[in-house]
């Protein structure tokens, strides 16, 4: 048993270690949720908060810069407010939600446009959600990895712009 695990974590680590070669990390060490977004309006972009309160428990987010490879994972996502469809400490989403991650550059506009790239859309459910692959990054996330911000987005108003329930905190450049 102990030398299939160890097969297992060297295969993983031969994995990882090609994925992140070459190239500027950006690493998000907690994913928090909105919070207060219906008091105080939040957007990146044309992209906004969600007005429903969310808080998560443990999460983490890194991306290659060069290969756009993006690794995430957040569990403990709860709603942080009493709903009539979920109470205060309530997993969310409930089994068979929809989200996307998405990585956004230039989000300030200081630089340039505000450009992103999403994930597949992931299935969800009582309060996790992960990802392990590659984006299609633009150019200026490389040019200006300081502007970037991560976002776990709501799909049911659309890829383009559903609005965000939690992001990337404590970010990391190396």
């Known amino acids: 048993m102990r030398r299939m695990l160890f097969g297992l974590a060297v295969g993983l680590l031969t994995f990882a270690s090609s994925a992140w070669a070459d190239g500027p990390i950006v690493q998000w060490d907690r994913i928090e949720g909105v919070v207060g977004a219906d ?98 990054l633009p150019a200026s996330c490389m040019d200006q990895p300081e502007e970037l911000v991560f976002l776990i987005r709501h799909t049911e108003t659309g890829p383009q712009f559903g609005a965000f329930i939690l992001y990337g905190a404590e970010r990391t450049i190396r």
């Open 39 to 136: 008091l105080t309006p939040v957007n990146v972009g044309p992209i906004f908060a969600s007005s429903r309160w969310r808080t998560s428990g443990s999460g983490r987010a890194m991306v290659n810069l060069k290969t756009g490879f993006l690794t995430f994972r957040v569990s403990g996502v709860s709603w942080a407010k009493s709903y009539s469809n979920g109470s205060l400490g309530t997993p969310t989403p409930k089994a068979g939600g929809q989200l996307i991650g998405t990585v956004v550059c230039n989000s300030t506009e200081q630089f340039g446009p505000i450009e992103w790239a999403n994930t597949p859309v992931l299935t969800a459910g009582n309060g996790s959600v992960s990802f392990e692959g590659y984006l299609d």
